[in-house]
């Protein structure tokens, strides 16, 4: 384990090791950064930065999307070698004053339509952690993309954000300022620990994952002069994304908590099949069953208990989870749909067309065979 009581000589030969895994697995000769780097506006790195943890990002950028649309925004700019000119920017006041006006309840429930929190136990939700995070910039003079110099080494301002609940741990706050152009930060999120740990055979605790990374690059760029940290961040990223959904012929094991308090090893497979090529998908049910204001999909059938059931067995089994429905077709269990009534028997095209549209969009891509 990667630790404080580590030498010099120790961590060396860590950053040696990982820099070379990097080379041989990253393509970084022609690494880049993805669209969410080059944002038009200042809050929609707040919204990523808060709705990106902890869940699969496309639904981060399905609620950016949603908030974008809803509003008329652009989102990404034009130019990516500068800022946009604070006109073409949405402030952080107006945006405050967007969400102020409409409440919480609305912005979550019919702008971003995502009502997720930032923790399953206590946690509040997502949208107010937003809330909460912008305001804090408004209240440091911060408004445009232009005055985010203002806080980035303000330790004030990161003990305030880190405050929110769900934002203890840093990530987000490291993650907003990479969105808002910092070169010099990484995101220590799960991947990025995962792939450290494949390279170097033992687990890095999350503070020093941005020392071991910074050292990579200096390494790194005499053969890649243009690598920086936040691009080799992003390149492990991209990595870890398009190696989730491949099979493997290892068999793995994690540990995982049982009802007494004690552990128990969990493979990596199911028979023949990696859990992560694995889908459950439940059924949805007649409306009698639904909730009558508009919901996440996998609350939205209080009535139907087995969403729930094969939601959580999708959980502990640490397996994709979907709904399939026929007023949506199939889709994600946070994403948020109204009450409908459209049995299959009597809207037949409509349900085929819906399915066709949805299934092959939501699976296709992301290693599963359909």
Not at 143 to 158: A, P
Request: proline content about 3%.
């Amino acid at each position: 384990m990667v630790t404080p009581f580590c030498s010099n000589s120790q961590i060396r030969s860590c950053i040696e090791l990982l820099a070379r895994f990097c080379d041989d697995r990253l393509d970084l000769k022609t690494a880049g950064l993805n669209d969410e780097y080059f944002y038009q506006s200042l809050p929609l790195c707040v919204i990523d930065s808060v709705y990106s943890i902890g869940v699969r990002y496309e639904s981060t950028r399905n609620t950016i999307a949603r908030y974008c649309d809803y509003y008329g925004l652009r989102r990404i700019r034009e130019d990516r070698m500068s800022f946009p000119e604070r006109a073409m920017q949405e402030s952080v006041g107006e945006f405050l004053d967007k969400l102020e006006s409409v409440g919480i309840r609305f912005f979550v429930e019919q702008v971003l339509r995502n009502r997720q929190r930032t923790s399953t136990r206590s946690g509040i939700l997502k949208g107010e952690a937003v809330l909460r995070f912008a305001r804090c910039l408004r209240r440091y003079g911060v408004n445009g993309f232009q005055d985010v110099h203002k806080v980035i080494h303000d330790e004030r301002f990161g003990i305030e954000i880190k405050s929110i609940p769900g934002q203890g741990s840093g990530i987000s706050l490291a993650y907003f300022f990479m969105l808002t152009g910092s070169e010099d930060l990484v995101k220590p999120d799960r991947w990025l620990i995962d792939f450290i740990k494949e390279a170097l055979k033992i687990t890095c605790l999350q503070g020093y994952a941005q020392k071991l990374i910074f050292g990579s690059c200096e390494i790194l760029k005499a053969k890649y002069p243009h690598v920086s940290p936040i691009l080799l961040d992003n390149a492990i990223w991209n990595h870890q994304r398009n190696q989730k959904g491949k099979k493997t012929n290892r068999t793995t094991f994690s540990l995982a908590g049982n009802r007494s308090g004690g552990v128990t090893m969990v493979s990596s497979r199911i028979g023949p099949f990696d859990r992560s090529e694995i889908v459950l998908c439940s059924a949805d049910a007649s409306p009698n069953t639904q909730k009558k204001h508009d919901d996440e999909a996998e609350y939205f059938f209080p009535g139907a208990k087995w969403v729930r059931a094969i939601g959580n067995s999708a959980r502990r089994q640490n397996c994709r989870f979907v709904i399939l429905t026929t007023e949506h077709g199939m889709v994600n269990p946070e994403e948020i749909i109204n009450h409908y009534d459209r049995h299959v028997e009597d809207y037949r095209e409509f349900v085929r067309g819906k399915w066709q549209d949805t299934i092959p969009s939501l699976l296709k891509g992301r290693g599963y065979e359909i």
